[in-house]
């Protein structure tokens, strides 16, 4: 019996010396060989019927030791294994702070997008309120309601997508003014950005384009709220030095019509190869709205009035970002596109 406990406690020892890095899965196995119900420790607890009565205290004490003994050395090694599991992972999910970041390629915003996105910050500043209409239009909110009927020669002016007698792919956002006032009773500023469709295509024309429409109706506007109006955007928008110029034009939808020019940016106005010598760009159309428009959306002409203009928003990148081909904006190279960030 003396003999079997010194085997056991020799037997786990050695076990517990060479196995250094068991799993705990693994010790537990071999704990419950001896300290399992089935275990030989537990049968040496019942072979005890078998020793002598004088020898028993003794023998029930090295027993007792034994399982003492072994209960502490496996937990020891319990904690060990513990230990370092926690230190291998500590090691694996270190991390390093000093090691050079791995940078995530971000994508950024299109010119188009960056240049919608400052004239809606510029007017909203204003109190404009942003409408959104639909692309394929009635023909009676792009044409008809904005004073150009069917036969009218206005329409050359814009070589149109029809889809159907009725619809057609909206060749202006001027559209919007008309679905605006149809909805809301004046005072109103809206500005309404969105794409519009032209059977057009070169250095400066695109099928699809960009517009931003603007209208305010209250009353007693007058062209010089117009022109204010523009002056702080063409400052925003541009530099602070920026002018504008309105020139004699005509549009069925206004009465009397401008077409706004800006001082050139890049020569201050004395003229050069951007302004084409006159010191001058063009950016937009714009003004007072027609009587007619105003009647057409159940507006009284005689209790308010107001002014509209509309840009192109190509036309708008070009020239703040020096673009000479409007073709760059949708080929989407993006050793161009890179070049923009918010
Ligand atoms: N819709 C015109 C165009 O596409 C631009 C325009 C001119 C809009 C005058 C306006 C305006 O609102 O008043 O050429």
């Known amino acids: 019996m003396k003999e079997n406990i010194e085997n056991i406690k020799n037997e786990i020892s050695l076990y517990l010396a060479v196995n250094n890095h068991i799993s705990r899965k693994d010790l537990f196995d071999f704990k419950m060989n001896y300290l399992g119900k089935t275990g030989s420790i537990s049968a040496l607890s019942k072979g005890m019927r078998d020793v002598p009565a004088e020898q028993r205290p003794e023998v029930g004490k090295l027993i007792s030791d034994l399982r003492t003994w072994a209960e502490q050395v496996f937990a020891d090694k319990e904690e060990q294994i513990k230990k370092a599991e926690l230190a291998a992972r500590y090691a694996s999910e270190r991390i390093d702070v000093t090691m050079p970041a791995q940078f995530?390629?971000?994508?950024?915003?299109?010119?188009?997008?960056?240049?919608?996105?400052?004239?809606?910050?510029?007017?909203?500043?204003?109190?404009?309120?942003?409408?959104?209409?639909?692309?394929?239009?009635?023909?009676?909110?792009?044409?008809?309601?904005?004073?150009?009927?069917?036969?009218?020669?206005?329409r050359d002016m814009q070589d149109t997508f029809f889809v159907t007698e009725d619809f057609l792919l909206r060749s202006q956002t001027s559209s919007g003014q008309i679905r605006v006032m149809e909805n809301k009773r004046p005072p109103i500023k809206v500005l309404s950005?969105?794409?519009?469709?032209?059977?057009?295509?070169?250095?400066?024309?695109?099928?699809?384009?960009?517009?931003?429409?603007?209208?305010?109706?209250?009353?007693?506007?007058?062209?010089?709220?117009?022109?204010?109006?523009l002056d702080e955007f063409a400052r925003k928008m541009f530099t602070s030095e920026t002018k504008t110029r309105l020139r004699p034009s005509y549009f069925p939808f206004t009465e009397p019509s401008v077409e706004v020019d800006l001082s050139c940016h890049n020569c201050g106005g004395k003229g050069c190869r951007i302004c084409k010598g006159t010191g001058w760009i063009e950016i937009l159309g714009a003004g007072m709205v027609n009587r007619k428009v105003l009647e057409n959306c159940g507006v009284d002409p005689d209790e308010y009035t107001g002014f509209a203009f509309g840009m192109g928003l190509e036309?708008?990148?070009?020239?703040?970002?020096?673009?000479?081909?409007?073709?760059?904006?949708?080929?989407?190279?993006?050793?161009?596109?890179?070049q923009f960030k918010d």
Do not use: W
Not at 107 to 134: Q, R
Not at 193 to 222: C, N
Not at 318 to 333: A, H
């Open 104 to 154: 995530r390629e971000t994508g950024t915003l299109h010119p188009i997008s960056l240049v919608k996105k400052e004239i809606i910050d510029c007017f909203a500043g204003m109190g404009f309120e942003i409408f959104e209409g639909p692309e394929i239009e009635k023909d009676y909110y792009n044409f008809q309601a904005l004073n150009i009927p069917a036969d009218h020669p206005a």
């Open 193 to 229: 950005p969105g794409r519009v469709y032209r059977s057009d295509s070169d250095a400066t024309h695109s099928p699809m384009f960009h517009q931003m429409e603007g209208l305010v109706v209250d009353k007693g506007i007058t062209l010089c709220d117009l022109k204010g109006l």
């Open 315 to 338: 036309r708008i990148a070009m020239i703040k970002y020096g673009i000479n081909d409007m073709r760059y904006l949708f080929e989407n190279d993006v050793r161009l596109l890179k």
